[in-house]
């Protein structure tokens, strides 16, 4: 029960239906600050305990001071969880080894269950080994059951152990597609309440729901438990950057050039940590679909969330997708009576502005390696030309001088690398790849397999393309993986899925794959020459990340794409083809056909969305979403309220971390003689850290498996063995493009191990073995923007579990610095202006870091003294920013920390 100190408990009556509301118009100064805030304030007078939540807090959010830096800690609780299989597996693992330390330190097992609403989508393991044939979405999904069985019996045993826990099973779609167009409620009603529906999830695209008016971004799987557990998100009341938009997208452009545009002015602004918000009179102009997909985009440009008010067009979508009269009815009605319903011609008060004319934007890619990273359509050869140059062999590109001419390295007439190699497919035809070969084209992910505009415009670029005899060519793995059962169904009634096959765009499977590594292998014959060659090939997908190693462990640069451009660089084959004025290839009548043969225009996109897309095929789609096909539904399952853990599993097993736990928590120590297992440089993100793709023989995971008695094809990929933490362990900082600075010259998981003679290179996890058993504490040294990328909270478990007390960074995206805390890893930060270089530090050195005991005093240390053996000294700045991320720390983590917690209740 809220204490409701201002009064602010009243009655909305919707039809027949009447809801208690808690009105934000009591609180003084809430009708000028932004829709974010105010459903944040809606929260806090819902919540209001007057200990955790006072009338004080309320009163900070009513006066915020947009232009403060945030200091205010408040205490925001929202609605629900979603989860995805990848990051889920791990929060039922921990629940159930949760309930077990209950039990073994005197409590009630039961007492841990989800006490708000859990959902979890299984998305990600479904892996594209299959493409190009009718037959690849059947054989992909036989192929997933028989790699992930014990993983769907355990969450089928979760959904039947665990009250408020919900899972939708695999062949279904992707989560944040789901979510939009099925689990998100907009408003959410509960126990005879009405209010905002609110979310954190386990995956940082779970902004998605932003383009609803949903607030709700992704967090690590640690702080998804303390929710579920009713614990709230302690957080500091944020700057809001408003992001004005007038105008409308011109002809020829798609959500996705819009997408990438605000991608890169917002990475550019800086917007890390902060709320983005769009307003003005162009919001109106752009489709819900098209607000998700800005909304799926938040983690690349860094925010915590990127949000769209409750307007016209959002009761719309909510219509289109199923939602009930009753529901669509509350929506308005809420919104209206609160002030969250959008009007254009409003200004809320912002910390910072943006402004982008939408009739300025054109056609974009992103890459080779980062989302940010914008490059304009018509200039994506001549960059690709630029861009090849740092990832080609040395040799070839140490120019003619050096070399006698027979030798000196080839060059096409644009003066561009090139090594033609050729290739022998299996029917016995021979062509050849070159750098820059397209050997992936994936219409993939969430971020745009939503979009209905987009999706029906690759659709119809493909069939304008078959029918003038336009192929893809033979080294492009082609794949169709959209987010929902939905898709398809258009797809089917416009008739349009033919020509999308006749490309090779088979329905592969409904799940993430090709955007989160799980393209599956190249064709055979394809590798062997990308890999003997050496060659720099790429990807296109239409999905949101292309870091560095992700796609695919073959494909050294990937580009971001909407899917109709997928489609045309499929057809292309690669990136040296300008595609906005070299022919895409020849038509049956032997003349060039370009991109703008074959490029719809809007009338016939919006002519087939009208006409193929119908609210029946929502309805039908989400009508038993839980339930899900035999094949599921005769998974045998254990009962009880604890887990029977399989001693033999090497996919679920109970993690440590509450070994030896006491009631009371031990006193936070001083870290002395630690050594750097890993000194690392700007923007490494959490794919380098968290293990993620393709487990290779040779490593310690796969020799790991090799030792349990896995057989190297069903070794799988990590993600689908976040269960096993031995698995992961062994795979945290293995990305092969990882460079520590500590072992120069490798590339991968490597250190080097100073516990032995000489200081050898060795495997990071190898070394950390050593030195934990020799009882030598570690560190991490990195440079900015540390963690950046996906709400991976194996990168920060892994961190710890490898005996990693501290991390020393620059800078530190948002999500991995409180996962670290939530995991017992203390975050510093360089002094301001100061770094690895320029303090000398070469991460050979022996560290102390002094003045962490303060934090048992109850109060959090400004700085630290770091000192070395070699005489570098600094005051490093303690990133621990609220006092409950003190509390986490001081218990060992948050998961020690809600335990102690419940069990004292």
């Not at 490798?746 to 200081?759: I, K, L, N, P, V």
Request: aromatic share 8%; hydrophobic share 40%.
């Amino acid at each position: 029960m809220s204490a409701n100190s201002f009064d602010s408990r009243s009655t909305l009556q919707v039809g027949d239906e009447s809801y208690e509301i808690f009105r934000l118009d009591k609180v003084e100064g809430s009708a000028r600050l932004p829709y974010s805030l105010k459903v944040l304030l809606e929260n806090l007078l819902r919540t209001e305990d007057g200990a955790n939540i006072t009338a004080d807090h309320i009163r900070a959010l009513g006066n915020w001071d947009p232009s403060a830096q945030p200091s205010q800690e408040i205490q925001f609780t929202p609605a629900r969880v979603i989860m995805q299989d990848f990051t889920g597996v791990p929060c039922v693992v921990d629940l159930a080894t949760m309930r077990e330390a209950v039990k073994e330190l005197g409590g009630d097992a039961a007492r841990i269950n989800p006490l708000a609403p859990a959902e979890l989508v299984i998305d990600h393991s479904v892996i594209a080994d299959r493409f190009g044939t009718p037959e690849a979405f059947t054989q992909n999904v036989e192929l997933e059951y028989g790699r992930n069985k014990e993983r769907y019996q355990f969450l089928r045993w979760g959904q039947t152990a665990f009250d408020e826990f919900k899972v939708v099973p695999p062949g279904t779609g992707i989560v944040h597609q789901v979510n939009i167009e099925h689990l998100a409620r907009t408003v959410m009603v509960r126990g005879g309440q009405a209010y905002p529906d609110t979310l954190v999830g386990t995956d940082s695209h779970t902004t998605m729901v932003n383009g609803l008016g949903v607030l709700g971004w992704g967090v690590g799987g640690i702080e998804a438990e303390a929710a579920m557990l009713g614990q709230p998100v302690s957080m500091l009341i944020p700057r809001v950057v408003g992001f004005k938009l007038t105008g409308s997208l011109p002809t020829g452009t798609t959500a996705t050039d819009l997408v990438l545009t605000i991608t890169e002015m917002l990475r550019k602004h800086g917007v890390v940590g902060k709320f983005v918000e769009f307003y003005g009179e162009g919001v109106s102009a752009i489709p819900l679909a098209n607000r998700a997909t800005i909304g799926n985009m938040s983690p690349e440009f860094g925010s915590t969330a990127a949000i769209f008010p409750i307007d016209v067009e959002t009761i719309n979508y909510l219509k289109l997708t199923g939602r009930s009269e009753q529901q669509l009815a509350l929506v308005e009605a809420y919104a209206k009576e609160q002030g969250l319903w959008l009007d254009p011609a409003a200004e809320p008060d912002f910390s910072e502005k943006l402004e982008l004319d939408l009739s300025t934007v054109v056609p974009s890619i992103a890459g080779p390696k980062r989302p940010q990273d914008r490059i304009v359509l018509a200039e994506a050869a001549q960059q690709f030309a630029q861009d090849i140059r740092n990832y080609v062999a040395e040799d070839e590109e140490a120019g003619k001088e050096s070399f006698p001419a027979s030798d000196a390295p080839a060059l096409d007439h644009n003066g561009v690398p090139t090594k033609p190699t050729p290739v022998i497919a299996p029917d016995g035809s021979q062509y050849e790849i070159d750098h820059g070969a397209v050997t992936v084209a994936a219409i993939t992910s969430c971020t745009n397999t939503s979009n209905p505009y987009v999706m029906v415009a690759a659709a119809l670029v493909a069939k304008k393309a078959v029918e003038k005899g336009l192929t893809r060519k033979p080294w492009v793995k082609t794949t169709l993986a959209p987010g929902s059962k939905v898709v398809m169904d258009y797809y089917d009634r416009a008739g349009l899925t033919p020509y999308l096959d006749k490309l090779g765009f088979n329905l592969v499977g409904y799940g993430c794959t090709t955007c989160i590594g799980n393209s599956g292998p190249l064709p055979e014959e394809v590798s062997k020459a990308v890999n003997e060659a050496d060659l720099a090939v790429t990807s296109v997908l239409s999905g949101n990340r292309n870091f560095e190693g992700r796609i695919n462990p073959d494909v050294k640069m990937n580009y971001l794409a909407s899917p109709p451009l997928v489609v045309a660089y499929a057809i292309a084959g690669s990136m040296k083809v300008d595609i906005t004025k070299d022919a895409l290839g020849i038509d049956q009548d032997g003349n060039p056909v370009h991109l703008a043969d074959i490029w719809p225009s809007e009338k016939e996109v919006e002519e087939v969305v009208a006409s193929a897309i119908g609210q029946e095929m929502f309805n039908t789609s989400y009508a038993d979403v839980f339930a899900g096909d035999a094949q599921w539904q005769a998974l045998p399952i254990p009962t009880g309220n604890t887990f029977d853990w399989d001693p033999e599993s090497t996919y679920v097993r109970k993690p440590p971390y509450f070994e030896g736990m006491t009631m009371d928590p031990a006193p936070v120590q001083d870290v002395t003689g630690a050594r750097v297992l890993a000194k690392l440089g700007d923007s490494v993100t959490t794919d380098h850290i968290s293990p993620a793709g393709a487990i290779k023989a040779d490593t310690p995971a796969g020799k790991y498996l090799t030792e349990h008695g896995v057989e190297r094809r069903d070794f799988n990929s990590y993600g689908s063995r976040r269960g096993n933490h031995e698995v992961m362990i062994r795979g945290t900082f293995a990305n092969i493009r990882l460079r520590n600075q500590v072992a120069p010259g490798t590339e991968g998981g490597y250190t080097r191990d100073f516990t032995q003679e000489g200081a050898p290179v060795s495997f990071i996890y190898d070394a950390s073995q050593n030195y934990q058993a020799a009882g030598i504490p570690l560190v991490i040294l990195a440079g900015k923007e540390y963690g950046s990328g996906s709400s991976r909270d194996w990168a920060a478990k892994g961190t710890a579990l490898l005996g990693v007390k501290a991390v020393i960074a620059e800078s530190y995206e948002r999500i991995h610095r409180s996962n670290l805390i939530g995991m017992g890893v203390l975050p510093l930060q360089f002094p301001e202006g100061a770094s690895a270089l320029s303090l000398g530090l070469t991460g050979e050195e022996t560290f102390s870091i002094a003045g962490v005991t303060e934090l048992n005093d109850g109060t959090t240390p400004r700085t630290v003294k770091v000192t070395t053996d070699t005489g570098v000294e600094f005051d490093a700045v303690v990133r621990i920013d609220t006092p409950g991320e003190a509390d986490y720390y001081r218990n060992g983590g948050i998961m020690q920390y809600v335990l102690r917690s419940l069990i004292r209740k």
